[in-house]
């Protein structure tokens, strides 16, 4: 199929300039984007490429790092990682320091904010040097050694962190965070500073379309059963709020950050990375949600 | 593949008989099955069928029917539906209460009992005579014109029904109510009283697993889009608070009942529904979801 | 000292008739009501009386007649009386149906709706015609047989109950209702629907000032462990999510009700009824709790 | 009345040695404290005093210094006070997140944690050097120079703190904490650790007994209008979740610290202190309760 042509109708139909979203204003990195930014990259599990737009601009990823964190994780660990953090889709926003209370501080999943602090706090205590062997993972996994943190974003997250810092206090009054909390803490900031393209963002997911093998060298990053596994998680948790508004419309899993970037995977098919900077009221971009609802529909393709 | 073998292997492996769980007792009908029932059976898009164990003997299908009644819903009704309920996962049960009144009496989705009772509502308002018109539905898309409630299961859920009074009456003071409590909750608990083997019930659903199309009259029962997004929900919603833990196990859109039932699909290749009463702490059926996890496992096929 | 002089003169500061508050409008009978309607009636301990403005007028005294309903079942039912209900302030308004689940429909006090429905219910168990014996016993505690239910207003009231019967349904779900739920809710909305004047409701309560005893009769009503208890309970309980601003600001144990009467009680001195239809956002006459605030302020008397 | 007989009565009575409470053990200097211990001190606002047990034994009374924290930041801010913290009852522990959250970071009462730290904020923004001016503020009110803080249990509470980390953290993501987290903290886990007599104690507070007056100076603390305002939310927040049944049982306004102490005033007459180490499963002071609930039974004196 020719998803070019589909891309550029798409756009089209969607007047971004008009999007009434709002650019994450909390840090000034976030803030300062230009908003009318939009780029779309999809590759195949046969590597074929199909972009338009922005595609090849880097952006900040934020949250969709989370799921190359869980990923490394879930292959360190493997099952016993769920003893510390759950796999259910978290309800309401507004419910997340309670729940955390009344589950004694096991996160709902590792996907929103409290459970990535538990991933990172894994992370902490299996690497001497957690940061620097992370990102060479996300090096490995997207096949680019030029992929790296941002420490000015990085930074910024930090001034402006006391959510973080009080979900990380609470988890750790439970007993389920072993490290310094300034330590996770920092390497959870890094995280989430991770800089990309669309295009390097469709290339590093790849591997959970390819059945968790990374299509660029052959290596198996993953199990099946993990990929598979991985790709519920996301289906059911990547959204916030929106998981079941992002499954019901667009029909396949995916990981939102509030940097505007998407990812979803096609099982079997391909990868796609959209960005669009503003964001609706979930904190989503709204642009790229509604590019993909009608991509799916477009292509008639869709996990169900 | 031959599907029975695996089941055979997979029953043995499951020791049913030792299961921990329990089996539904806030009314004497449930509380009085035998709990070592098991039964299979699977249809594929081409009508071909494997069964196994008690897959012919009914049961009391209960949440099941949830989903028949959204599909009528939705059908009749289109994407109006959703400004009277969500398609979000729920979270925890323990605040199902305390979202509905944060939601302003919108459910979160339409397989939790608050949503089912807003999908009644709307049923109620729509039919001069709601249970009959609804009955004739099922037998339509079952081809089977043997499907019927069971009055006394649902006198007996009326009977004890106290907390959906206290649900449907919250609803309706947020004005999200439209007819008579008493007439809603009635067709309300005959829905959650019809009675169906696994196969009846794998015949029944057969038509998510087909894009909206009933294999048996080729008649469209509801559009490609509309069913895409009933397994989305399902995905998403199926399992109560274990809607994760199915997804990431399983790996299909699914739905159960505290019959000790559930029903899931696998898009475009074949519908499967299972039987075994004894329940987790969840309320779902212990064997039958694991049973669908080794199944899906052994054969390699999940939508992920 | 000269009360009514002190009356006249926080009167004329208030200005009633640019009160921002709104009058309650959930039934005609309420909605109606002329809303710059004011009275003030205080009876000391020794029978003394000083009244102000219309303070002759019948008013619906609605909540405040869960106080008397509370009397009445602690009396019968003694200590054993708190394991059926709580006697702990309720927090804020939008928690009271989680904490019902939380303290597994155990009401948080007795003068919360779901705590006056479990008073009913005892109630309703203890005696053959709940109604009447009930209002037999406020004619006699106020020494005046013309007190009476309005009907009207009881099936007014009946009519927008939807939340009180999401209430009982949930408290029945627990077992913590006896009786068949439409008999105690008729008693309930019967209840509310109780009028009197200022004069009447001072008069009706002064036996809370007088440590249990009825004024008029040296009739014990209860003891004077009781009495206290029941002060303390209003102290903590009486004004919802207001508490604590009205003991902060009045320093006396009262009681409110929708209708905009206000009742407080300075033991071994007095009893004073405010009434002032408009309501602040609490649901609290704004201006009955305003006089009250600078009368104890003017009078320096309070239990602090 | 001679008090000490009545002490001597109702202790043995009580049968502390077996009392089935736990002596709070977070920290080693609480855990390591004689439970058996027992002692009580009431003075009158005439300066007579009445003594039995351990009252002249100094232990870490808690919480109750943050009632002296909150008269010193009520006489330095005046009513402005309550734009950053509310005088309601707090509900459950369950809830103090959620509830911090749907307030948007203002804590319900100035005696819960919550509550707490903003008081310490306030007082960090007010002096150069807090801890020694709160010190000599505490002293010149007890007319004691040698009260001071314990700072071994300042550090433990430190080593512990990591749910006080967690709300500070929330609240100031709501901008309701000005000055940096580590040196508010510092001030609070202080303000925690110092250590009184009951003798002390009950001379240090007996100025709220005293209209605000301090009894041996003659000083003015803070206004009558201020003084009654503090007793009043001592009475509605107290003592955590029990503060009804504190309120119920007692009739006086309190407070408890997890140390075993609790202080409790009778306006106009005395403050009275008990201590006794075991707590129940609410936090307070199991003997303690019982004791206050059998002196004010027995002296047939509360303000109900």
Not at 108 to 136: H, Y
Request: glycine content about 6%; proline content about 4%.
């Amino acid at each position: 199929m020719n998803y070019i042509e589909v891309f550029s109708k798409i756009y089209y139909e969607l007047e971004v300039s008009n999007d009434p979203g709002k650019v994450a204003s909390y840090i000034p990195e976030l803030r300062d984007v230009n908003p009318d930014k939009f780029g779309v990259h999809l590759t195949t599990i046969d590597d074929d490429h199909y972009e338009f737009g922005d595609s090849d601009e880097k952006f900040s990823i934020q949250s969709i790092a989370k799921v190359l964190a869980l990923v490394l994780a879930y292959k360190l660990e493997g099952e016993k990682l769920w003893k510390r953090v759950g796999v259910e889709p978290s309800g309401t926003a507004f419910n997340s320091l309670v729940q955390l209370e009344y589950d004694l501080g096991i996160p709902r999943n590792p996907l929103i904010n409290a459970g990535a602090l538990v991933i990172c706090d894994i992370l902490v205590s299996k690497f001497e040097n957690p940061k620097q062997e992370f990102i060479q993972f996300v090096r490995k996994v997207s096949d680019n050694p030029d992929i790296d943190y941002c420490s000015r974003i990085a930074n910024s997250e930090k001034l402006a962190g006391y959510r973080n810092a009080a979900l990380i206090n609470l988890i750790k009054s439970f007993g389920n965070i072993k490290n310094d909390i300034d330590v996770v803490l920092d390497f959870y900031f890094n995280l989430c500073s991770i800089e990309m393209s669309c295009k390097e963002l469709s290339r590093t997911f790849l591997f959970l379309a390819a059945y968790g093998v990374c299509p660029y060298t052959n290596e198996v990053i993953i199990s099946v059963s993990k990929s598979k596994r991985v790709n519920a998680i996301m289906q059911l948790c990547g959204f916030y709020d929106e998981a079941g508004e992002f499954s019901f419309k667009v029909g396949l899993p995916g990981k939102s950050g509030v940097g505007g970037g998407i990812v979803a995977i096609h099982p079997n098919k391909y990868c796609i990375a959209v960005w669009s900077p503003r964001l609706n009221k979930k904190g989503n971009s709204n642009m790229g949600m509604k590019f993909l609802e009608l991509f799916t529909t477009e292509t008639q393709a869709s996990i169900f």
